[in-house]
């Protein structure tokens, strides 16, 4: 790729399916993480953003864990930061990286307006770009 009119600015998150918040919340206390941030989906689906230095796990609560195909402890998806998601989607949908069919959303009840959209890897990897105009 050329010169891009966007750049990914390191590792957004790690997101991880839990099956119990509290108990989640408590572990990663111990070992020194704290809540960043918290979010109850209109879904149900609680997010919780635990963080420790740079490091930040996206803890994810579904409905119901049976439902998601997937054990609680698996880990969901690699998220990337970038700047300039529009432009990020465009360039790599132009490069075959992103199928047309691939939307960005906007979460207007998460960190102010974050934007993103999740893709696939080569190996069937789920990955995330994410913009977002307040830090953790």
């Excluded at 020194?32 to 996206?58: D, M, W």
């Excluded at 998220?79 to 300039?84: D, F, K």
């Amino acid at each position: 790729m050329q010169q891009n009119d966007f750049a990914v600015c390191g590792l957004g998150h790690i997101g991880v399916f839990i099956s119990d918040i509290a108990v989640s919340c408590a572990f990663y206390q111990k070992l020194g993480f704290e809540i960043a941030a918290q979010y109850h989906r209109p879904n149900g689906v609680i997010l919780t953003f635990v963080k420790a230095g740079s490091c930040i796990l996206e803890l994810i609560r579904p409905v119901d864990p049976t439902l998601i195909g997937r054990p609680a402890g698996v880990v969901d998806h690699i998220c990337l930061s970038v700047q300039n998601i529009e432009a990020c989607t465009a360039a790599l949908r132009a490069s075959g990286v992103l199928p047309d069919d691939v939307q960005i959303s906007t979460l207007p009840d998460v960190l102010g307006g974050a934007k993103n959209v999740f893709f696939r890897g080569p190996d069937g990897e789920r990955l995330e770009l994410f913009e977002c105009p307040e830090t953790l």
